[in-house]
């Protein structure tokens, strides 16, 4: 056969396959054919969104730790400076008390260090901090919704593939990079779900100690941040992984 009639029955051949709508996978001597538009290496777009939903939510919890732990600091060196001053420091005395405030503002210690602990029980913002736990659980309720829809997806893809590989419709290669695929974003889910929860106790934790410091009660501030734990855990105890061979 001339080499122009070669070439133009390999583009025909080419053309058809484009307008199958079909891509074809080796196996041994014969070939099977996957669904156009299926591609078993990637991740949905459902699932790629979920995962920036988890990331967003991730950036919150590590938001409301970072500025508690900083206006501690800041709270105890206003404090270290005022009582230098209030003695009769100079300029270098307020430098001094502010960097001593600044170390033990958060945890107590010496007098500065205990009378900035409790200002800084007192300068905590309990509506700022309530506010962003409620954000918190305002995202992790769309992350709630939006998981359930991934996960029942992915289940009946799942039995969808297992039958086409029992119909020899598709390769058990094909099913198991999907599988792979799944796992990796139920895993990336479970990971930064944890990873919010260990945020928000860290937050919990730091409020029973400026309780323990001042003597007041954030009763309110401490069980909100409980019950966002207690979510984060019971979503994150729904996602498990698919066996895999």
């Known amino acids: 056969m001339p080499l122009a009639s070669k070439l133009l029955t390999a583009a025909l051949v080419g053309m058809i396959a484009l307008a199958s709508g079909c891509t074809t996978e080796t196996v041994g001597h014969s070939t099977k054919s996957a669904p156009s538009g299926f591609s078993v290496s990637s991740k949905t777009p459902k699932e790629v969104a979920l995962e920036k939903q988890v990331k967003s939510l991730n950036q919150q919890s590590r938001d409301i730790v970072v500025r508690n732990t900083v206006e501690g600091a800041v709270a105890g060196a206003v404090v270290g400076c005022g009582v230098a001053l209030l003695f009769g420091g100079n300029g270098d005395d307020c430098v001094k008390g502010a960097a001593a405030g600044a170390v033990v503002g958060g945890v107590g210690g010496n007098a500065v260090g205990q009378q900035a602990a409790q200002k800084n029980r007192d300068l905590v913002k309990r509506d700022e901090v309530l506010a962003k736990l409620k954000g918190i659980n305002a995202s992790l309720g769309s992350v709630q919704t939006n998981l359930r829809d991934v996960l029942r997806s992915q289940n009946a893809e799942i039995a969808s593939l297992k039958r086409q590989v029992d119909a020899n419709q598709i390769t058990q290669s094909a099913y198991d990079k999907r599988v792979r695929a799944i796992n990796s974003n139920r895993t990336a889910v479970v990971k930064g779900l944890q990873t919010a929860e260990t945020n928000v106790n860290k937050e919990r ?23 966002t734990e207690k979510r984060l855990a019971s979503l994150r105890s729904t996602v498990s992984l698919i066996p895999t061979k």
């Open 205 to 227: 934790m730091e409020l029973v100690s400026l309780e323990k410091q001042g003597g007041g009660s954030l009763l309110t501030l401490r069980s909100a941040a409980s019950s």
